[in-house]
């Protein structure tokens, strides 16, 4: 008999190569960026139809502002642009939009856009679509800590019941479930920054693929991998 193959709940992604993906063709870095935009639609689709709950993207770190002023210029631009074309989309196919991360350093105009879509979208069941802009995970935690500290002052805490189910809650990602699979594109042995309380007991899985390359049949190799692993949790 054939064995049912298991489909993450939460799927994280650093998605990481644009830039060796245009440089590998001669063309200006922004190029892979563009190319990349078409990626996260075609992962997001292909999540969706799956049964795949939560996906969380990595679209720009708390450190990606030390980036040449013309390329983040043009992140922000792929941004409003992707904000504009998705809304339809995601609301006809019932998926929630929820974004994580500092988001009042984002342009006027895109935090508007998000706050808009976030409300439109609360309510959809299919997938929930976290995207993770000027995010970082030493960020969160940071932010956490203060809020916590507030929360005591006010009285509405006591100091020595914090828990971490009560840490979780003052999380960018609270209510989301930590990720079972964890997938970095481009080969860096590394988390850069992303999700480091969430992915304590996350499966990793890093492709060589680049970002811009990385389409559904990439995605369901990384899931069959995923399905070789057993996770013990700590225990035997
Ligand atoms: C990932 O691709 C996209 C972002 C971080 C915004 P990169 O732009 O990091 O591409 P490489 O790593 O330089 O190839
Ligand atoms: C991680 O990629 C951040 C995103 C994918 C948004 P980077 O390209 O910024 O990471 P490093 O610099 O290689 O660690
Ligand atoms: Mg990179």
């Given amino acids: 008999m054939k064995k049912k193959v298991k489909i993450p709940q939460h799927i994280a ?8 993906w ?3 063709r001669n063309l200006p870095r922004v190029f892979g960026h563009k190319e990349g935009a078409k990626s996260v639609r075609e992962i997001t689709k292909n999540c969706a139809k799956i049964g795949v709950k939560y996906l969380t993207l990595y679209a720009f770190s708390t450190e990606n502002w030390k980036r040449p002023e013309n390329e983040i210029k ?3 631009g792929l941004l409003k642009n992707y904000l504009d074309k998705e809304k339809k989309i995601l609301i006809k ?3 929630r939009l929820k974004v994580i991360g500092n988001k009042t350093k984002l342009p006027l105009e895109i935090i508007k856009k998000i706050k808009e879509i976030e409300r439109i979208t609360k309510n959809n069941t299919l997938l929930t679509l976290i995207l993770a802009l000027n995010y970082g995970a030493r960020d969160e935690i940071l932010n956490a800590v203060k809020n916590i500290a507030k929360d005591i002052k006010r009285n509405k805490i006591e100091g020595n019941k914090i828990t971490e189910n009560l840490f979780e809650k003052y999380l960018y990602t609270k209510d989301v479930p930590d990720p079972d699979l964890l997938i970095r594109t481009s080969g860096e042995m590394r988390i850069s920054n992303f999700l480091l309380w969430q992915i304590a007991y996350t499966e990793i899985y890093v492709t060589k693929t680049l970002w811009p390359d990385f389409r559904k049949k990439e995605l369901l190799k990384a899931i069959y991998d995923f399905n070789k692993r057993e996770r013990r949790f700590g225990g035997i």
């Fill in 22 to 24: 245009a440089k590998k």
């Fill in 74 to 76: 043009f992140l922000m």
């Fill in 93 to 95: 196919n019932n998926i």
């Fill in 13 to 20: 992604i650093i998605m990481d190569g644009n830039g060796r």
